[in-house]
Structure formats: C-alpha cells, structure tokens
C-alpha cells in the first residue's frame, strides 16, 4: 500500500480525500494527471498573476517613474559632447568642460539613484508576488494529496516551486527595470535624434524594420526552445531526486547502473538543449549587430554630407550619433529580455498550472457531531483504484464512540485501502463513510483532520526539533502539552538524547529507529487529540521488546478514543473490542478476540500460527 501521508506528518487526514476524488470513476476525472504536472494557458496565468501585482500596483507606478527620470537623464550626456564638439573647437575658454562634466555628472548620479530607488521598489513588488505563488503552488498540491501528487514527477513540483520560481523572481527583477528603462530610452532617444535634425530621424527609422525582422525570426522559435529547455529542467530534477530518495532500493536490487544512465540522459538532454538555446540567442543577437552597425554608418555618411553642405553641426551629428548608440542597449536587452520574459512565462504557467488544478468543493463541517462524536459509519463500500480488481467489496462497518475495530487479513486483503476510506483519505467508488452521518467526502480537510487521524505505514519526521515534530498538529500547543504526549506514548527515551525534546531529527538530524519515529507520529495523534484514530502501522517485528513498546503506545492513544486498527501483529488485535477478518476485500468475520476462537474459523486459525497454539 502506498503512502497516504499528504502532510508528511505521518498522519493520514482529510486532505487525501481529494485523492480519492480522483480516483472515483466521474467524479472529478480532471483531477487524474499523469508524468509530469499540467500546465496552465497564459490567461489562466494573467488570471493569477494580476490581482497579485494589483495588490501592490504603487510599487509598479513608482518603477515606472524613476525608469522615466533615468532614461531622460541619459539624454543629458549626448548633448553636451555634441554641444563641446560644436563649442570647444578654436576656443581658449575650457569652462564649458567643466560645465559640461558637470552636467553629466549631476545627470549620472540622478540616474543611478533612480536606478537603486526603482531596484529597491522593484524587489518590493516581485518577491512578495513570488513568495506568494509558491505557496499557492504548495497550498494545491497538499490540497490535491498523495495519490493524486503520487501520479506525476516528485521533482516536477520541486521544479516548479525551485526553479520556477528562482526563474520568474530573477526575470521580473531584471526584466521589470530593464524593460521600464529601455522603452522610455528607446522613446526619448527617439524623440531627441528626430529633434536634432529630421533627417538624421529618419534614418534612424530605417532600424525599425530590421529589428522587426529579427524579432519575427525569433519570437516563434524562442517560446518552444525555452519551454523544453525548463521541462527538461523538471525532468532532470525528477531524476536526480529519485535516484536520491531511492539510493536504498536502487542499491537493493543492484540498479544503481541503469538509473545512473537515465539520471545521466536526463542531464545530457538538458545541457543539449541549453547550449541550442545559447546558439539561438546568439545568432538573435547577430542580427541585431547586423542592422545597428548599418543604420550606424548610413547615420554618419548622412550626417558627413549634411555637414559638408552646412546645413548641420558636426556637434549636432556627434549628438545623433551618440542618441542612436543608446538605443543599441535597450534594444538588445528587449531582444535578450524577451528570452527572459518567454522563460519566465513559461515557469509560470507551470506553476500557475498546479495552482488551477481543481481540488473538489468540501465545505461541510463537523462540528454538530456530537453526542454522535466517533460513531463512524461505512455503508456499501466498495473500491478500486483506477478501475482495476476491487480491493474492498461491499463492506459495512460502524465504529461506535470508544470502542476499538482491529482489522486482520492476508496480504491485499485490503485492510489499508478500508483504513483509508475510513480516514476520509480514499473516496471510495461506490458507498459512503460517514461521521455523525456526514459523508467524509463532503467535508472540509481541516475540520476532518480536527476528528480522524490516521498514522500510516510511513511515517514522516520533519528536519526539526522532537517539540516541532510532535505539535505539527497543533502549532499552538506549549511545551508542556508536548512533554505529556510523548509521555502518553511512553517515549521516555526522549530524555536521554543530548537535547531531549529539542534535538534535532529528520533529514540530517540525529536518526531514529522506525520504533521509536512511530512513537513520535503517535505522540502527534495524542497531540492533535482527534475522535477516531486509524492505524495502519507496521513496524515492530512480533514478540519483541518494541512491539510491545509500541502495541503500549497505541493502547495509549486510542484509550477514551473510536481507533480503527489494521493489525499487522495479532497482538495489536487480541485487545481489541472486535475483531474484523478481511479476505479479498470482504469482511469474513467479525467478533471479539474469544468469540472468534470459539467459531474456529480463519481468525483462530491465524491465532494458532501466531500464539502458538492457544
Ligand atoms: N494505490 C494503489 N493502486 C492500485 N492498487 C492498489 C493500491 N493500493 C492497494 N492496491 C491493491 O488493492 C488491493 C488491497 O490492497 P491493500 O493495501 O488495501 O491490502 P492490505 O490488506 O492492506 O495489504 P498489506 O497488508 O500488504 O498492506 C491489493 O490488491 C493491492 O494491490
């Protein structure tokens, strides 16, 4: 059985009912995605992305304001050399160098301090805005659960709140002052070659179509090149994370070979497709050089034959000159930035696209359950995944308030799929579970969490503190609350290790035996203090020390509590108030520990093997 634990807590809850959504043939068929994630169209993306921006649209004024001020006081120093060109020479008067350094240096120094203002106010706009993607990105797909997640790429949805958003962050810090900055140079510069003689304006023009040109070369081919350029990216990331995560079975079953391989073509298919873009950005980039060295030398001949017939200053054609360079940068770095702004467009319709993945309506509550608090209810359920061989048939299951259902069963007996559907975390094909006669499936995550909690076959410690990792749940909760749980659950060795509560674990941290990360996701279930809690843990080998630790642990939790137990050692189920035995998905018998005995079916059959003869 896959693992269910959507919030990495260790804790199966209600926001894997989603999950089951997907698998329910008709209900939200959209949800199902397979390889990698979807992704979303460009309005769906302006759809998201604006009401971000608008929340902080002062920032965007004021970008777009000192982007004007700088772009103007760039004008400052083509004329005046053009202007020392036409006054300097046969003068013995060297002020007007001073007057003009002056000029240029008052006007570089309010460019520069528009530039850093607008810098400045630019980071105030785009990071929140990114910050705030990627946790709408993280928000969908815990929202969305596991199974659903389980179906695409891990590392895709790294990517794209990773790379992505490093990618969409980097293009708008860049992108946004550049473009500002550029389109005003581009007008202002415009205006001021036109000023200085018609002419001159003129065969500046004659640049227009030839960079129109470039950009009709360049903008069809540059959008599919990046977009495979970042799923190549996804792809890579995909690769490496599995080959990571999966060192332990790769080495296992002797393939470390042949994923090396597959990591290896991944990355290879990624750097080929990165030196193509590099050789298309080049040749753009020729072709604008192409057209500015061109217009450059019709601009001086132009200028040369104007002067010669006097009709024109060599200052005023050092000025055009000068304007029309200016224009190289901002149009090169329009070109180079449209890469950027394809680059980043496309980064955010992949994230935009996990963000508007639909997670189905579930507004109902759970709060009026109470004096029917526990009572959980399974009518008719039946269920395959995706339309296979059923895996539960027809079952019919009531959990009364404090009363404690162990549940044993062969192999695929489906004993995890019935906890699951329990949990709310499996929308089950056909019938319903319902608490206090509300369908799981219509309720909402959080208010389910608060009631049913599950602890799967995989439990997940957190790359922080013991404290942290027990009132996950409850955030809120104070040390104390914490010390009594682990207490609860007998986790007194704790104590013993150099930080108690606060030592690290997890990822890097001190590592944990799988009983003792069992009892922290217990203390977790004690913490969040639910209903009913659901079982399905199978971690201590029978008749040892920490089976029985753990068999304690779980005791402890689900006294005063409806528990739903999948036992996979008899020992969890002898003490149960009643006993289901689970074949192909039916339930075969039901009964306590005794009764079963005295009927002599599958379950004292299965009792004899495991106490030896009782
Ligand atoms: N995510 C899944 N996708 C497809 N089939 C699944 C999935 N999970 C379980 N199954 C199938 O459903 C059937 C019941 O599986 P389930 O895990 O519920 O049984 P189980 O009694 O809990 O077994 P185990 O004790 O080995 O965990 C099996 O045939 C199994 O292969």
């Not at 990698?36 to 002062?58: F, I, M, N």
């Not at 190289?328 to 992949?350: E, T, W, Y």
């Not at 035995?581 to 599958?602: A, F, P, Y």
Request: negative net charge; charged residues 15%; contains cysteine.
């Amino acid at each position: 059985m896959s693992s269910t634990d959507t919030s990495g807590t260790g804790i199966s809850t209600a926001t894997h009912t989603e999950t089951g959504a997907a698998e329910a043939p008709g209900a939200a068929g959209a949800l199902v995605t397979t390889g990698t994630l979807p992704l979303a169209s460009g309005r769906e993306s302006l759809a998201v992305l604006w009401p971000l921006l608008k929340e902080r649209r002062g920032y965007l004024l004021l970008v777009c304001l000192t982007g004007l001020v700088a772009s103007v006081a760039g004008l400052v120093a083509p004329w005046v050399i053009g202007w020392l060109v036409d006054v300097l020479p046969g003068s013995q008067d060297y002020a007007a160098v001073w007057v003009g350094a002056g000029a240029i240096a008052a006007a570089g120094i309010v460019g520069a301090a528009c530039t850093w203002a607008g810098q400045a106010w630019l980071a105030q706009l785009t990071e929140p805005t990114v910050a705030r993607l990627r946790e709408m990105v993280m928000d969908r797909s815990l929202r969305l659960g596991a199974a659903q997640m389980e179906t695409t790429e891990t590392g895709d949805l790294v990517s794209r709140v990773a790379e992505d958003a490093r990618e969409i962050s980097q293009a708008a810090t860049a992108v946004v002052p550049l473009v500002v900055q550029s389109l005003f140079t581009v007008i202002v510069s415009g205006v001021g070659l036109a000023t200085v003689d018609w002419r001159l304006g003129l065969v500046g023009l004659v640049a227009l179509p030839m960079y129109w040109t470039t950009l009709r070369w360049y903008l069809p081919r540059s959008g599919p090149i990046y977009a495979a350029e970042r799923a190549a990216f996804g792809t890579r990331a995909s690769r490496l994370l599995g080959g990571i995560t999966g060192s332990r079975t790769l080495h296992a079953f002797d393939a470390q070979d042949s994923e090396l391989d597959r990591i290896t073509g991944a990355s290879g298919r990624a750097r080929d497709l990165s030196i193509r873009v590099f050789y298309f950005v080049t040749r753009a980039f020729s072709r604008n050089n192409r057209a500015e060295v061109t217009v450059l030398g019709l601009l001086l001949v132009v200028g040369f034959v104007l002067v010669d017939a006097g009709t024109l200053t060599a200052g005023a054609v050092t000025t055009a000159a000068l304007l029309f360079h200016r224009l190289f940068n901002p149009i090169g770095a329009l070109v180079g930035m449209v890469d950027q702004v394809q680059s980043a467009g496309a980064s955010l319709v992949r994230m935009v696209g996990v963000i508007t993945m639909p997670v189905p309506e579930r507004t109902a509550t759970l709060e009026s359950a109470t004096d029917q608090h526990g009572a959980l209810d399974l009518s008719g359920v039946s269920h395959s995944y995706g339309g296979g061989a059923p895996a539960l048939i027809d079952v019919d299951l009531t959990v009364a308030p404090g009363e404690v259902v162990a549940v044993v069963g062969s192999t695929g007996a489906g004993k995890s799929t019935l906890a699951l559907v329990a949990a709310g975390s499996v929308v089950p094909t056909h019938g319903s579970a319902r608490m206090g006669g509300v369908p799981l499936a219509d309720v909402d995550p959080l208010a389910l969490r608060q009631h049913i909690t599950m602890v799967s076959q995989e439990v997940h410690s957190f790359a922080t503190t013991i404290a942290e990792n027990v009132r996950a749940p409850r955030p809120e909760a104070g040390l104390a609350e914490v010390r009594a749980a682990l207490q609860t659950v007998g986790a007194d060795w704790v104590d013993d290790l150099p930080d108690g509560v606060d030592t690290v674990i997890g990822e890097g941290g001190h590592p944990l035996d799988p009983m003792q990360a069992q009892m922290i996701a217990l203390a977790r279930v004690e913490l969040a203090d639910p209903d009913v809690v659901i079982l399905d843990e199978a971690t201590a080998e029978a008749g040892s020390a920490g089976a029985r630790r753990l068999d304690s642990a779980a005791a402890a939790v689900l006294k005063d509590r409806a528990g739903l137990v999948v036992a996979h050692r008899l020992s969890q189920a002898a003490t149960a108030d009643r006993i289901l035995v689970m074949d192909h998905g039916r339930i075969v018998e039901s009964g306590t520990h005794q009764e079963l005995l005295r009927s002599e079916g599958r379950y004292a059959e299965l009792s004899r093997a495991w106490f030896g003869g009782v």
